[in-house]
């Protein structure tokens, strides 16, 4: 595939067919992301490849919970533990159950045990080269080195006509799928990965255009343009 086509059209998948997926093209997919930038080339990610079916079912039964609390928390209108909520509005929200019982959610969530591959992606703390670690907010740097390749996993998916997505749902249970997969400190849980022969394969994404995002000079500076004089 043509790299702006492929930028421009892998969008999240989570519906996948039947149909598995070979280990020498998810060792391909692995094989390209690995040339991920990561700060000083630390390359600080470790993968694990998940499938074992007993494994599978736990994992699914760990990313219920928070889906339905990620679910309740849209309903009430918040976006689901942004750094600035409230707690407050949060716990309230979470205590009307206002998402759908366990019993009754769907798609994916329901069915993470049957996708076709499963990678499980960690990070080694002590490669991570967190800038802002000693920042009174919330820290974003360290995930540069880790997230980029998280990000080719699935551009390398789409080259090889494959769909996916990129879910951070079972870092709410990490303690309980570090013990589960063998991972122990300074490993933390990235992402897990999901990926499969899409039911629908994305071919024209909907994003807010360049000028809605980009100014000139300042933050609230004039809207970036090709055509401003």
Do not use: C
Not at 48 to 73: E, F, G, H, S
Not at 130 to 144: F, I, K, T
Not at 158 to 172: F, K, S, W, Y
């Amino acid at each position: 595939m043509d790299l702006i086509d492929t930028l421009r059209s892998t969008g999240a998948v989570r519906d996948f067919t039947d149909e598995p997926v070979d280990d020498a093209v998810v060792a391909r997919i692995l094989d390209t992301a690995r040339f991920a930038p990561s700060g000083a080339n630390a390359q600080a990610w470790r993968v694990v490849v998940v499938k074992d079916p007993a494994v599978r079912t736990r994992l699914r039964d760990l990313y219920l919970p928070p889906w339905v609390d990620y679910l309740a928390l849209r309903a009430a209108g918040l976006r689901p533990w942004s750094p600035v909520n409230d707690r407050g509005e949060e716990a309230a929200a979470l205590a009307t159950g206002t998402g759908p019982a366990g019993e009754s959610v769907g798609g994916m969530a329901a069915h993470l045990d049957e996708v076709p591959v499963l990678l499980a992606v960690f990070a080694d703390l002590s490669q991570l080269a967190a800038v802002d670690r000693d920042l009174d907010r919330y820290s974003l740097a360290g995930g540069a080195s880790v997230y980029p390749f998280a990000w080719s996993i699935l551009l390398a998916a789409r080259a090889e006509g494959l769909g996916g997505v990129l879910t951070t749902m079972l870092i709410r249970a990490e303690d309980e799928v570090k013990e589960l997969l063998g991972a122990q400190d300074p490993l933390v849980l990235a992402a897990v990965i999901a990926l499969g022969h899409p039911v629908h394969q994305p071919r024209r994404l909907t994003r807010q255009p360049l000028e809605s995002f980009t100014t000139v000079d300042r933050v609230g500076g004039a809207p970036f343009s090709p055509d401003a004089s």
